[in-house]
């Protein structure tokens, strides 16, 4: 059975890793590992662009999966994200979001490539123009978990990066001008990958170890672009840093906690949950509470708790009152959140209460 290097966008679940996946030094993900959603949480969360899988299927035939019922299909009760996605809100949200990724895109390119000045005011604006839509944070971050991309658009992303910024700029009551620079940092965050190849970008099989390299040389070329345009510092060294880690294992210089600018950790934070709870044409975002809980497993050193535990408390207050599905196939009804541990709130679940944090191993799953 032969081998082959993989995007992860490409990585699905079923398929076998070839080689041992490092980040640094640490050991991620073994060889001979099936991929399952927690696999690609993992690789998704450690900032993996790439895997080398097995090349071919396994002698077993895969069992097809069981079709429900007609009738039981028929009457299933709509999802969150279903209903959320019927609401005028939404609709009038999502025709405003994906117009003005349009508009970014040509935007990023005028930038990039060309002359012009980066127009930060309008960036600003155009980005308020998005969230004038929603009435509050919590309904703005509720909308962004359940926005399609029409493709893996690094314009979608950085938008929705940016959007996200300012939502944990507000939460940490930055004034109106930290509040512009993070957003406008976040646009800019990925304006590297503009200038790279096409074919590399959006190659649809496995990167060349020559491609890969290419692919991580985005945040310098980014760097370089916002420099020469005479931005704030901080928006470039956003670029720049935005694949840095505190405990040293990021790219492209494996600096650490105050080497790192706070503009920068901050867009790290967000970088990270977007991508994994995004919803995109190949697959389903990840539930926001997996990522929590990822996040509180793994993310303490990788990232600074000062923006990091903000963002996950305010992430898990976004769903109070939610109906949710537990790993044990229970549904319960969120009714208190847990400051300390995002992840863990507790729940009404068939009458009793339950405290997750009290509970180990009882996770939540999906929100209903």
Known sequence: ??????????????????????????????????????????????????????????????????????????????????????????????????????????????????????????????????????????????????????????????????????????????????????????????????????????????????????????PMEGYKVLMSKGVDENMANAALFHHEKCDGSGYPNGFTGDQICDTAKIIAIIDVYEAMTANRVYRDGICPFKVIRIFEDEGYAKYDPKYMLPFLRGIADTYLHNNVLLSDGRDGEIILTNTTTPSKPSLMVGGQFVDLSKTPGLTIEKIL
């Open 1 to 218: 059975m032969g081998v082959k290097l993989l995007m992860l966008h490409n990585v699905t679940k079923g398929m076998k890793i070839a080689e041992d996946v490092y980040k640094g030094s640490q050991l991620i993900v073994k060889k001979n590992k099936e991929v399952t959603q927690e696999v690609l949480d993992v690789l998704h969360f450690s900032d993996i662009i790439s895997v080398t899988v097995y090349d071919g299927k396994d002698d077993e035939t895969p069992k097809p999966t069981p079709e429900k019922p007609a009738n039981e299909t028929k009457n299933a009760a709509p999802s969150h994200s279903e209903r959320l996605r019927q609401t005028e809100t939404f609709k009038k949200f999502e025709e405003s979001f994906h117009e003005t990724t349009d508009k970014f895109k040509v935007a990023l390119n005028d930038i990039a490539r060309n002359q012009n000045a980066v127009p930060v005011d309008d960036l600003f604006a155009s980005a308020n123009n998005i969230m004038e839509h929603a009435t509050n944070t919590y309904q703005l971050m509720d909308i962004l978990s359940n926005i399609r991309y029409f493709d893996d658009s690094t314009y979608a992303h950085s938008l929705n990066v940016a959007l996200l910024a300012n939502i944990l700029g507000r939460w940490l009551r930055f004034n109106d001008e930290e509040l512009k620079n993070i957003t406008v940092s976040g646009m800019l965050h990925d304006i590297g990958k503009v200038l790279l190849p096409k074919e590399i970008i959006q190659k649809p099989s496995g990167l060349t170890e020559e491609e890969y390299q290419i692919v991580k040389s985005h």
